[in-house]
């Protein structure tokens, strides 16, 4: 166990919605990263938090967003959902900007 | 230009023996680090073991030990004695610094399969 934690493990959604992933980093870490890893595109960085600012993005589309709370858990805001978003999500964790990440078991996003 | 090389695209082992699963790298920076993670198929990715560019002697977490050849811009890991539980997808990463943002730069990932 990682000490990150993500809800919801599962997601099935139509296309067109919205749904918002969640993080629990772990106890500590102020650092939290968003990976999406798809078959096609492995795995790609989206989103990095420090301490609640936002410090790195990377192939984040417009339609998703992302905050880091002041109890620093995260959320990722997937919108307009398209079947290509289906992927697993990942939260990772470290203690500081540039230390080792620590992944959550990630969410897995179905868009039918 | 794709930063971290996994070409490898599936190797298999004998259980109890050692297995060598290849990364190259790119980058300009003097000050990187390098990562190996395991996916099983489960779908958690698990922290393996971390090299800094400036490490002067090789990485070793357990079983795992990373050959870090710097010239050649090699990050290998090292599984020895290898389990039936380590068949699984393992990736190498870069972390890169941009000023005071950093991120992980993910390969493509190997498939290892372990036979008993």
């Known amino acids: 166990d990682s000490g990150v934690t993500q809800t919801p493990k599962h997601l099935i959604t139509a296309t067109g919605q919205r749904v918002t992933l969640r993080c629990s980093p772990r106890s500590g870490d102020l650092s939290v990263y968003w990976y999406q890893q798809s078959l096609d595109q492995g795995l790609q960085f989206l989103i990095q938090y420090y301490n609640g600012e936002e410090r790195a993005k990377g192939n984040i589309l417009e339609r998703f967003s992302a905050q880091q709370f002041p109890d620093l858990h995260s959320e990722l805001n997937l919108s307009s959902l398209e079947l290509g978003d289906s992927a697993l999500y990942f939260c990772?964790?470290?203690?500081?900007?540039?230390?080792?990440?620590?992944f959550g078991q990630g969410t897995r996003l179905t868009v039918v | 230009a794709q930063k971290i090389t996994q070409t490898q695209p599936g190797m298999f082992v004998q259980e109890k023996e050692a297995v060598t699963l290849d990364c190259t790298y790119d980058t300009s920076d003097q000050s990187y680090g390098l990562f190996w993670y395991k996916q099983p198929s489960s779908g958690e990715m698990i922290f393996l073991i971390y090299q800094g560019s400036y490490d002067e002697q090789n990485a070793t977490e357990g079983r795992y030990s990373l050959n870090f050849q710097k010239a050649r811009k090699s990050a290998n890991l090292v599984i020895s004695a290898s389990q039936l539980g380590d068949s699984a997808m393992y990736f190498c990463?870069?972390?890169?610094?941009?000023?005071?943002?950093?991120?992980?730069?993910f390969g493509k990932g190997i498939t290892l399969s372990v036979r008993p």
């Open positions: 990772a964790s470290s203690p500081g900007k540039h230390t080792e990440a620590f």
């Open positions: 990463a870069m972390r890169e610094r941009t000023g005071a943002n950093s991120k992980l730069t």
